[in-house]
């Protein structure tokens, strides 16, 4: 392992920062020229890590993950996932319900969701019992103050449900909300269903409020 050395001049000759000085490095400093060059820290820092670019730098990477981190307050992107299910048999357009009670058929107090922070929609699994053909999955929402969802959907996708008991994923662009949204799922199948599963996955971003 390659060893660095910090030399300054006192009274004009070069000197070896020991043990017990301290080393100011006055502007930018690059340290090794290639990633088999190492850095070990013994020390602990004592001020804030910030990088000189906003949302550009990574810490880590797939092939070298940090193995723990240990954290006061975590503000970050963090997906959230939730999941429903119902049994349909009709070809007919239903609002996902996110608990066992109330309807389906238009949206209200059981088809809604409150955005805990502004965030988008990744996408929504699903999986039906029946073959369903052509699936729209639909993304709704409407702005705080709002009763219940907007009818007109905000994006669609659609899936070609033809195998029974068979994953299929709808991937969202234009899916974006805010805080205090209220934001909802619906499905029309071009068949009935049977018994269908649903999972969302939503992006939340915990940097904003």
């Not at 550009?56 to 193995?67: F, H, I, P």
């Not at 965030?119 to 699903?126: D, E, K, P, R």
Request: net charge negative.
């Amino acid at each position: 392992m390659p060893t660095i050395k910090l030399t300054g001049l006192v009274d004009g000759a070069a000197r070896v920062i020991g043990t017990t000085d301290d080393a100011l490095v006055d502007g930018s400093m690059t340290i090794g020229d290639a990633n088999t060059d190492s850095i070990v820290v013994n020390a602990e820092f004592d001020s804030d890590l910030v990088p000189d670019d906003d949302n550009t730098y990574d810490l880590g990477e797939a092939n070298k993950r940090w193995r723990k981190g240990y954290f006061d307050e975590v503000i970050a992107k963090m997906p959230f996932v939730n999941t429903a299910k119902y049994t349909e048999n009709a070809a007919t357009q239903r609002y996902v319900r996110w608990d066992s009670a109330g309807s389906n058929g238009n949206p209200g107090v059981n088809n809604k969701l409150i955005a805990p922070a502004n965030g988008t929609l990744v996408a929504v699994s699903v999986r039906a019992t029946s073959a369903a053909n052509m699936t729209t999955v639909a993304f709704h929402k409407a702005s705080n103050g709002t009763e219940n969802l907007n009818t007109n959907l905000t994006e669609s996708v659609d899936l070609n449900m033809k195998i029974a008991n068979t994953t299929y994923e709808a991937a969202f662009s234009n899916n974006s909300f805010s805080a205090g949204d209220i934001l909802g799922i619906s499905l029309t199948p071009a068949a009935g269903f049977g018994n269908v599963n649903i999972t969302c996955v939503w992006m939340l971003d915990w940097g904003t409020p």
